[in-house]
């Protein structure tokens, strides 16, 4: 019984590369949410997608930052031309309805050299 | 915006001491949900609170929703070393649908 799969779990890239975050949600799920975390902080939100489209993209960066969740396959967050402040731990956070509980994944560790 | 704040940020403790743990808004929230956080690794809900002035109880936390469903507590009772960890409340507002979280308090039981 596979919970939220997120890969890689740690990230490092150079400025001005690209970073692909991948989030596979439970099976039956096709809510999924973003959220960035940096230390000893909360969570803050970035995107909710459901199966291929946007709901809500209220927290993210207007720019360099993008979030797909296809018919097939896993949820991707995609940062461009990444720069020290992006370093932090990405979350995906997905359920089965809006009356569900969120099933976290692991995180994704990201870290801009 | 919807804020959420958490008091304390820091607490240290020597087991089997009792705390307590706030989170407050000006915002009224449709539920508000704990978190668990261990380092590395996602937040384990611990519990969701829904009715204003709910209280819910698991073995030794209890959790309460403020009437006005704008504020929480989670109270801990004869703390163990295993509670370590961070604490989040997060509120899922009428219309979002998306939880906001508050910046979380760390709690650490010595043993």
């Known amino acids: 019984n596979a919970g939220v799969m997120q890969n890689p779990r740690h990230l490092v890239r150079r400025r001005g590369q690209e970073a692909r975050l991948r989030c596979s949600p439970m099976k039956g799920h096709s809510h999924v949410y973003w959220y960035r975390q940096l230390p000893e902080e909360g969570l803050k939100f970035m995107v909710y997608l459901q199966k291929e489209n946007i709901i809500d993209e209220s927290g993210m960066p207007k720019e360099r930052f993008s979030a797909e969740f296809p018919k097939e396959g896993p949820s991707i967050l995609r940062i461009q031309q990444v720069v020290r402040g992006d370093s932090a731990a990405y979350f995906c956070?997905?359920?089965?309805?809006?009356?569900?509980?969120?099933?976290f994944g692991n995180g994704t560790r990201l870290t801009v050299t | 915006t919807q804020l959420l704040e958490q008091s304390p940020q820091f607490l240290s403790i020597q087991e089997g001491e009792n705390l307590t743990v706030y989170c407050n808004s000006s915002?009224?929230?449709?539920?508000l949900q704990w978190y668990r956080q261990e380092p590395g690794e996602g937040p384990v809900l611990l519990v969701t609170?829904?009715?204003?002035?709910e209280v819910k109880k698991l073995k030794r936390l209890t959790f309460q929703f403020g009437d006005a469903r704008k504020d929480s507590s989670l109270h801990i009772t004869a703390a163990q070393p295993g509670d370590t960890g961070l604490y989040l409340c997060a509120g899922e507002g009428t219309g979002r649908r998306a939880l906001t979280f508050g910046s979380g308090t760390r709690l650490q039981v010595q043993p």
């Open positions: 956070a997905t359920r089965g309805g809006l009356e569900s509980p969120l099933h």
């Open positions: 915002s009224v929230f449709s539920s």
């Open positions: 609170v829904v009715t204003g002035g």
